[in-house]
């Protein structure tokens, strides 16, 4: 099924909003990331493919969760039908991230479905300190945690580990998919 690509406007909005909160400029922000400024000058103005990787790079730098970056505005009531949603993929890995639901500023939580096809294995930068990861696999086989401590998990199987370390995932069987919940202290 073709999937939607990432909101290109939204991503913009708020990467300019999350940047001009942080008070630093494009050529820093980039610095901080490890970007070109080009290319985050193109992100901020609505054009361009940011991946997975580039988008939590610039969360890293902004100290702030991934989700901020691609969240639509809030409305009291939220539907998202399967197969919608704000979808990223990674340059890495067959690997998408749907964001489901962001927490409250207190709340400090998100919700995303992973989907993951056998293949090369996603590689993930630590996340903001304090990020930890819940896993639950709804479908197929996935190997995921920490470098040093991967797992194998199954359908119905949880994990959790801290999201402020190298980690990966990687599906064992096609059309594997799970629910995350990324944790932010």
Known sequence: MQQPAPPLALIAANLRR???RAG????ELARRAGLAKSTLSQLEAGSGN????????????????????????????RVIRAGEGPRVRSDNADFYGTLLA?????????????????????????HIPGSVEHIVVSAGRIR???VAELVEVGPGDYVTFPGDVPH??????????AILVMEHR
């Open 50 to 77: 940011p991946s997975i990787e580039t988008l939590w790079a610039l969360g890293v730098a902004l100290g702030i969760p991934f989700s901020r970056l691609i969240e639509p505005p809030a409305s009291p009531v």
């Open 168 to 177: 990966s995932y990687e599906a064992l069987e096609p059309n594997s998919w």
């Open 144 to 146: 995921v945690g920490p």
């Open 102 to 126: 962001t927490g409250a500023p207190n709340a400090r939580r998100d919700i995303y479905v992973l989907e993951l096809e056998p293949g090369a294995r996603r590689d993930a930068e630590p």
């Open 18 to 20: 999350e940047r001009d």
């Open 24 to 27: 630093i400029s494009l050529a």
